[in-house]
Nanobody
Framework: QVQLAESGGGLVQVGGSLRLSCVASGSTIYTNAMGWFRQAPGKEREFVAAMRWSGGSTEYADSVKGRFTMSRAHPATYTVYLQMNSLKPEDTAVYYC????????????WGQGTQVTVSS
């Protein structure tokens, strides 16, 4: 089992920035990737960014490319960040951290989520 804990959400004005953090604990040694997803009211959860744990390559949703950056602390800490710049009202959502285990195809562990609200 892996436990994920997000932090860093809040209220920010249009054009502002926030940095989200996610710390994984438990059976993290089997982690193959970590990612960020978000869910806005009345919408389905959507992919934001993900990072392969070996090699650190990162993918982004088109809607956040050039504005959001996913990074990690020392790999042994299983801590990732999501730096969000030039925030827009449409970025308002609950942001979730997730991890995928080696040999798995699904994102199988999720944090409790952190609210990000962008006011215009």
């Amino acid at each position: 089992q892996v436990q994920l804990a997000e932090s860093g959400g809040g209220l920010v004005q249009v054009g502002g920035s926030l940095r989200l953090s996610c710390v994984a604990s438990g059976s993290t040694i089997y982690t193959n990737a970590m990612g960020w997803f978000r869910q806005a009211p009345g919408k389905e959860r959507e992919f934001v960014a993900a990072m392969r744990w070996s090699g650190g390559s990162t993918e982004y949703a088109d809607s956040v490319k050039g504005r959001f950056t996913m990074s990690r602390a020392h790999p042994a800490t299983y801590t990732v960040y999501l730096q969000m710049n030039s925030l827009k009202p449409e970025d308002t959502a609950v942001y979730y951290c997730s991890s995928k285990s080696v040999g798995g195809t699904n994102w199988n562990y999720w944090g409790q989520g952190t609210q990000v609200t962008v006011s215009s």
